[in-house]
């Protein structure tokens, strides 16, 4: 870890972070217990659904706790790789285009979801019925309607549902760190928080052809609406399409407006207002939708502001270095992947009282600071809940689906209600916590 203290030094002071900034913590077990699946004596059984770059790396990061019997994905050559590679498929596993036929195997105990967005929450919710635990990636949903299923989903069937927002698990510990500086008052009170995610992609017209034939198109769109195959629009590039994400809001807002919401104690509610302040679309749109087909749709450049009912403000930007920033009464933290700075009284103070590692654990529902799929696995095994829950997942994520219903209605302002989770006043705005979806692919709880 890197620690950076003082706004205007330019040295860095690079210390361990178990030496200094935080009392010592155990060191990860690399042990997890089978006792939660159905084969209790045996290593648990997996399948890949969506073997992308993403998903075969969270694959391969599950490969130590459990073995893949299944891989699948709407691209043979996709599911072929997963396959054949030494750390998911072993050449062994069983190769599907369809994930139906995944879930209907008996003997998979737990399944990792990495598809595009849009297809997160149908699998999610059919594979917790089906009654396998689940890792699914981020943003888990599409809209905030998926959002409220999943939640009730969740809690009738008892699955585990661990989101892939690596930092509430992170190698470094800096968001831990800043979590609970901020949750222990060591800054005083919070007078604004800043997520700084970067902007999005313009791109476009790009030319329509005819989808490879390893791929099946129809499959991929899922829910979306029928559109020709632009090769822009698939895999890494999807989430430069409304149609499929949300872009850098649901992207990256995913990890730092989660950390923000989760560091101010706000994880079971949400703001009462958003306001935007700068809203940038590639393209024209109409009632919140894009008017053209042929090009990168989601917002390019914004500034949001998501105020709490205490009045505590946490502004999504585009503009300003990657990170989040708390700024309080009594210093600022600003953390990012690689480092955290401390400004004013924060530093003296962790220097003489260390955040003790009690803290640190009782953010992660008791479990040890091991690392995120560790995490999944330990609460499979003890059915406990995992640090990157659905319930305040959904929550933080309904900031971000809010900032660009916002956006896409003109930049007007939204009032919402966290308990009743609804738009007030604004039937418009209201209507698109939801999507028409195809028929045959609907999300249904």
């Not at 997963?82 to 998979?108: H, P, S």
């Not at 700024?327 to 003790?356: C, H, M, N, Q, S």
Request: proline content about 4%; charged content about 30%.
């Amino acid at each position: 870890m890197v620690v950076r203290t003082g706004a205007k030094r330019r040295d860095f002071l690079r210390i361990a972070a178990s030496s200094a900034l935080l009392a010592p913590w155990g060191a990860p077990t690399g042990k997890v217990l089978g006792a939660g699946f159905q084969a209790k004596n045996e290593r648990p059984r997996l399948a890949l659904i969506g073997a992308g770059g993403q998903g075969s790396g969270d694959a391969r990061g599950a490969s130590r706790f459990g073995d893949f019997i299944a891989v699948c994905d709407v691209d043979k050559h996709h599911a072929e790789k997963a396959k054949e590679d030494r750390r998911i498929g072993k050449g062994k596993a069983e190769t599907f285009g369809d994930y139906r036929k995944v879930l209907d195997l008996k003997d998979v105990d737990a399944v990792i979801v990495g598809t595009p967005d849009h297809w997160h929450s149908k699998i999610t919710i059919e594979a917790m019925k089906a009654g396998k635990d689940v890792y699914c990636e981020k943003p888990l949903t599409l809209t905030i309607d998926e959002g409220k299923k999943l939640c009730k989903v969740a809690k009738e069937t008892g699955r585990v549902l661990q989101v892939g927002t690596q930092q509430r698990s992170d190698h470094n510990k800096v968001f831990l760190l800043a979590v609970a500086m901020v949750r222990g008052g060591r800054i005083g009170k919070i007078k604004k928080v800043t997520a700084a995610i970067g902007g999005g992609p313009a791109g476009g017209p790009f030319s329509k052809e005819s989808a490879p034939p390893e791929l099946d198109w129809d499959m991929w769109l899922g829910q979306a609406p029928k559109v020709d195959y632009i090769k822009q629009r698939c895999h890494a590039d999807f989430r430069w399409w409304y149609e499929y994400s949300g872009g850098k809001l649901t992207d990256w807002g995913a990890h730092h407006v989660d950390i923000g919401t989760w560091a101010l104690g706000k994880e079971h509610t949400g703001p009462r207002t958003i306001e935007v302040v700068k809203g940038e679309l590639p393209v024209d749109f109409k009632n919140g939708y894009p008017t053209v087909d042929d090009k990168y749709n989601t917002t390019t450049h914004f500034l949001v502001r998501a105020t709490f009912a205490d009045g505590t403000p946490l502004v999504i930007r585009d503009d300003t270095e990657n990170g989040v920033t708390f700024e309080g009464e009594k210093g600022r933290i600003f953390v990012t992947r690689d480092r955290i700075d401390l400004d004013g009284g924060a530093v003296a103070a962790l220097y003489k009282d260390p955040v003790p590692e009690a803290m640190l654990r009782e953010l992660r529902n008791g479990k040890p600071l091991d690392g995120h799929m560790e995490n999944f696995f330990a609460c499979c095994a003890d059915r406990g809940k995992p640090v990157s829950d659905v319930w305040t997942h959904h929550r933080a994520l309904t900031t971000c689906h809010l900032a660009n219903i916002a956006i896409r209605l003109g930049g007007r302002k939204l009032n919402w209600d966290p308990d009743k989770e609804q738009i007030i006043g604004d039937a418009e705005a209201d209507a698109m916590q939801t999507r028409p979806q195809r028929a045959g692919f609907e999300v249904t709880a």
